[in-house]
């Protein structure tokens, strides 16, 4: 990604947090030995996403070279969504990068996450913004 490209999608990021409660964050680096889905469960920890007040944090890892990702969502999600509740976020995401897409990819990935995500948590008054909106890289 080029950097004017990262921008847009940290302003993707910021918009989807003007509705929602919820925190969205993007990790994305070469590859990983491990379990895709361990390495994006280690990164959520890393980037202390399990210390949201609501326990609502996704992240979005995606493994490049390994062409994958993982959306992981914290227990305040997972305990009151649907076992299906990310497969519009995947759909999204999966169809942008199939066609090499991948920062249109990500930005309607934070778009649709931030959509489902303020069904549960709809942004309050007094809400703060809790997680940092830029790119982590791996």
């Known amino acids: 990604l080029t950097k004017e490209e990262e921008q847009e999608i940290i302003s993707a990021i910021r918009t989807a947090e003007k509705n929602t409660s919820g925190e969205i964050r993007i990790h994305i680096e070469a590859s990983s030995e491990k379990d895709h889905y361990e390495r994006a469960l280690e990164v959520f920890h890393l980037l202390k996403m399990d210390n949201t007040k609501d326990a609502n944090a996704v992240l979005i890892y995606v493994a490049v070279n390994d062409k994958t990702f993982v959306i992981y969502g914290d227990k305040g999600i997972n305990d009151v969504v649907d076992s299906n509740f990310w497969d519009s976020t995947r759909d999204k995401i999966q169809n942008r990068f199939k066609l090499s897409q991948f920062k249109q990819g990500l930005i309607d990935g934070i778009e649709e996450a931030g959509k489902v995500l303020s069904k549960y948590f709809p942004w309050q008054y007094g809400d703060t913004d809790e ?8």
Not at 131 to 138: A, F, V, Y
């Open 131 to 138: 997680l940092d909106n830029t790119i982590s890289k791996g």
